[in-house]
């Protein structure tokens, strides 16, 4: 048996370890067939989490009794912005998506993931946590039950360009996914372009842009490391997800069965959180080919870790550009639930 088919083997049983969760069977559930659609169906949070909870654990769990079926939103051709309008509509029953698409519709969905308020796994699940009461009452008015929020792995930069530090970006053109990331851009010098993911690439080798923003196991998967030669190490942003069921349709189902999947809903997306720590670092070692890597393709990109002037410079413009210009769009109640949540939390206060 050859390495690199036993590396695949070890990272295949390390998702197997990071999906197994301690869950009971209940029996004595109604039959239930649920629709689902998931987040993007090409990423590890759908493949890993999502689709084997819909269509084996709860299965499982139920003795047979609840089912599922799932496709990812692309899978369906949507684009993700207008998903949770058609859960509110009753078109989705159960769906999926990144909370930054509906960012246009209502700047409180940008609420728990501003550019630099979260430099750590732990600091964003916090954020999130503390902000979710808000979320679930916001969305209760739109006819949306809100089943919990989970995450991507962090976001951060990718460069075809010699980068010892944040303040590098400086002077150059970067891919950014959303409009807070895109003032943090600009509040260091540089230049916002949106560019879709799957654009990236020949951009990056081409020069349309210096640097691009994604997932540290995201820009992996899709090779940046062939287009980049530096990958700095400090989370921008973790691109969350809503996960939310239509409420008229909720309210049909058995109490019995909404009891069930919500508790078992809640350990998936602990189980997500708990991942995209380890996913981010993972990125970080197969981009750079660390030893610590245990897929069989390595990177060779220059690993840059963020210094004490760095962390001190994203908090700076956090706290002066980020934060202000969010709550400028934001509503007054918006920004009054921000402080006494996330704020309070962080020990920042926005002002309207």
Not at 237 to 242: E, L, R, T
Request: aromatic residues 8%.
């Amino acid at each position: 048996m050859n390495k690199p088919f036993l590396s695949i083997l070890a990272a295949s049983a390390l998702l197997c370890g990071a999906n197994a969760v301690a869950q009971d069977k209940v029996a004595g559930l109604p039959e239930t067939h649920l629709q689902v659609v998931g987040g993007l169906s090409n990423l590890t949070a759908y493949q890993n989490f999502e689709q084997p909870f819909w269509l084996k654990t709860v299965p499982e769990l139920s003795e047979g009794k609840v089912t599922a079926t799932i496709k990812g939103f692309n899978e369906m051709g949507l684009k993700g912005p207008e998903i949770l309008r058609l859960i509110g509509q009753g078109v989705i029953p159960i769906g999926s998506a990144t909370l930054a698409y509906f960012a246009s519709d209502d700047p409180i969905n940008e609420a728990i993931d501003l550019a630099g308020i979260a430099p750590t796994a732990k600091i964003a699940r916090e954020v999130t946590d503390a902000f979710a009461p808000v979320y679930e009452k916001y969305y209760h008015k739109q006819n949306i039950k809100v089943l919990g929020f989970s995450t991507y792995p962090g976001q951060v930069l990718f460069c075809n360009a010699n980068i010892t530090g944040l303040a590098d970006i400086k002077g150059k053109k970067v891919r950014t996914s959303s409009r807070t990331t895109a003032e943090f851009v600009q509040a260091l010098g540089g230049s916002a372009v949106t560019i879709p993911f799957g654009e990236v690439v020949p951009a990056l080798q081409n020069g349309v842009v210096d640097c691009a923003i994604t997932g540290s196991m995201s820009g992996y998967s899709a090779k940046w490391y062939e287009v980049s030669t530096h990958l700095y190490a400090l989370p921008i942003n973790w691109n969350q997800q809503i996960h939310a069921a239509n409420l008229d349709y909720w309210n049909k189902l058995d109490p019995k069965v909404q009891d069930f999947l919500q508790k078992n809903f809640t350990l998936m997306t602990d189980k997500i959180w708990e991942d995209a720590a380890a996913a981010t670092q993972q990125g970080y070692d197969c981009n750079t080919g660390a030893e610590a890597c245990n897929l069989p393709v390595k990177g060779k990109m220059v690993l840059v870790e963020p210094t004490a002037a760095d962390r001190e410079l994203l908090k700076k413009i956090t706290d002066d550009t980020v934060v202000p210009k969010w709550a400028a769009r934001c509503s007054a109640d918006c920004v009054k639930e921000w402080n006494a949540t996330v704020g309070k939390l962080l020990g920042i206060t926005a002002k309207k």
